[in-house]
């Protein structure tokens, strides 16, 4: 509008298109002009480009809790997924791919209330309702239960893609992320249990860590149960789980 005031443009709609055109070029301005008033005119074009930057900025801003991927960047990501991809088939394991969402009844079975609220869920447009899977073990499960009849046993699969979760980012956490997932259907032995386990230490050395970089912890949910059923009862376990779990992230005299 000061453009305009100035005599400079016909109207303001002129002013923002050359405005916007002398920001990409960087070099043309307006030319027989008095300097004072060229140096006027300078200085809103430059207010005028930190504007523009501004708007361009918040307007194409990345969604929190995801990350982009330069070219650089997707080469090694790349290579990490090769690796992992290869570990796991050299254990015999074969890749399978399930649909990015799931019906939500599908991924709110055996979740807590915690799983339930990270849902994304999709618009429903009908009687159906989905949301996009916040891990792979729970449609690969799926995947097997619709196909063991056909499938001999034990089923060995893995996967290796993208997952999302609607939580606060935070280090470590991301609402759009990356899961590799083993899945051994089929065998209750223990060895079974143990060659996933082998396979995850593997895949850590595989990328060229040693045993100083990282530590394995095993978890048993059945010898767990076991023990707490000694000191509470089966309606309270679950909520004694969940507490356990959450253990490292909340004071001693909370927990």
């Known amino acids: 509008k000061m453009l305009v005031d ?10 923002v298109r050359d405005s916007v055109r002398m920001l990409v070029t960087s070099k043309e301005r307006p030319q027989g002009l008095p300097q004072a008033r060229q ?24 969604p929190s809790g995801t990350t982009d991927f330069t070219p650089e960047e997707m080469s090694i990501r790349t290579q990490v997924f090769n690796t992992l991809r290869k570990t ?27 799983t339930i609220g990270q849902i994304f869920t999709l618009e429903q447009k009908g ?15 799926r995947m097997f239960i619709e196909k063991q009849r056909e499938i001999p046993k034990p ?9 999302w979760r609607y939580e606060r980012p935070q280090a470590g ?28 230490i593997n895949c850590l050395t595989n990328l060229k860590l040693t045993k100083d970089d990282f530590y394995v912890r095993i978890n048993n949910r059945k010898l767990l149960q076991g023990i707490l059923e000694e000191f509470t009862t089966k309606e309270n376990l679950e909520k004694l ?9 909340l004071k001693p005299e909370d927990f």
């Open 88 to 114: 796991s088939e050299s254990y015999g394991f074969s890749e399978v791919e399930p649909p990015a969402f799931e019906t939500i009844s599908t991924l709110t079975k055996k979740s807590g209330e915690e």
């Open 155 to 163: 089923a060995k699969w893995f996967g290796l893609s993208r997952m």
């Open 127 to 141: 009687n159906e309702q989905f949301g996009l899977r916040f891990d792979l073990t729970v449609p690969i499960t």
């Open 173 to 200: 956490r991301l609402r759009e992320f990356y899961q590799l997932s083993v899945e051994l259907f089929g065998s209750k032995n223990p060895e079974a249990d143990a060659e996933v386990i082998s396979l995850a």
């Open 39 to 62: 140096e006027e005119i300078e200085n809103i074009q430059e207010k005028l480009d930190q504007e523009v930057k501004k708007q361009v900025k918040e307007n194409l801003k990345k």
């Open 241 to 249: 789980i969940a507490l356990v779990d959450k253990k490292d992230k």
């Open 6 to 15: 100035l005599g400079i443009y016909p109207n303001v709609s002129e002013a």
